[in-house]
């Protein structure tokens, strides 16, 4: 019998959501994220870079610019309209003190009770590698989560204004393929698809199908895989580690 998925807890008023690139928090997580800022609740985004070696085509100078107007319109599809970048360099950002630090500043400022991230594992359910600033992200995620709390961890934080914060209480990861809870994504699904659209210079490049059809496609699949283990309703799932 397959094992169901639980509800994500409803009882929090702001998260913040942190991934390395822009278009992460897109392909699968933004249909949770409207249903969320159409609860009332806040989201903020934090990109560690702004995706400037995603394209080969277009130089990083170049691309920076065109990838960080594409997040900001495609949060703001979603009710999002706190977007940060960190500025860490794509492709090479490396999990250390750095990331932690930046991560856990983040954190003070926009005090969340959720954090969201993407999948911190070496693969994608043992089908794919995954990426080295998605392991590095991921995990400086789920540390900076208790770095954030603790005088003592980064104490220029503090000399900076930036008080701890010791309040998160969960820490999401989307994209994981031992997903424990999940959030219904019939309200949220359309508004998704056009967020992830949002990114259509990164797209094109991609994929030589139709940007919408290819957004439809993946995003309703993802969704409706996951519906079997959520009595029937399409999902967007994560793996929830409570603190």
């Not at 998260?15 to 992460?24: E, F, I, N, R, Y």
């Not at 949770?32 to 995603?54: H, I, K, M, P």
Request: charged share 25%; with cysteine; proline share 5%.
């Amino acid at each position: 019998m397959t094992e169901q998925l639980r509800p994500m807890p409803t009882d929090w008023r702001r998260a913040l959501a942190v991934v390395a690139h822009p278009d992460d928090l897109e392909y699968g997580c933004a249909a949770a994220v409207a249903a969320w800022t159409d609860g009332g609740r806040e989201v903020a985004y934090l990109l560690a870079t702004r995706g400037e070696a995603g394209i080969d085509t277009l130089e990083p100078e170049r691309c920076a610019p065109l990838r960080e107007q594409e997040q900001r319109a495609s949060a703001a599809v979603v009710g999002v309209s706190r977007v940060e970048f960190l500025d860490h360099r794509d492709g090479v950002i490396e999990y250390g003190l750095d990331l932690r630090r930046d991560i856990a500043a983040a954190i003070r400022r926009h005090r969340p009770e959720l954090l969201v991230t993407l999948n911190h594992r070496d693969t994608w359910g043992g089908v794919a590698w995954n990426t080295p600033d998605h392991r590095a992200v991921g995990r400086a995620t789920l540390d900076a989560a208790a770095d954030a709390g603790n005088r003592w961890i980064f104490p220029e934080l503090t000399e900076q204004g930036l008080a701890p914060w010791s309040g998160v209480r969960w820490v999401a990861v989307a994209g994981s393929a031992t997903p424990t809870h999940a959030v219904d994504a019939t309200v949220g699904l359309e508004r998704s698809v056009r967020s992830l659209l949002a990114h259509r210079t990164y797209l094109e490049v991609l994929t030589d199908q139709d940007p919408e059809e290819y957004c439809r496609t993946f995003l309703t699949g993802h969704v409706e895989a996951s519906a079997e283990r959520f009595g029937g309703r399409p999902a967007v799932t994560f793996e929830l580690f409570a603190r």
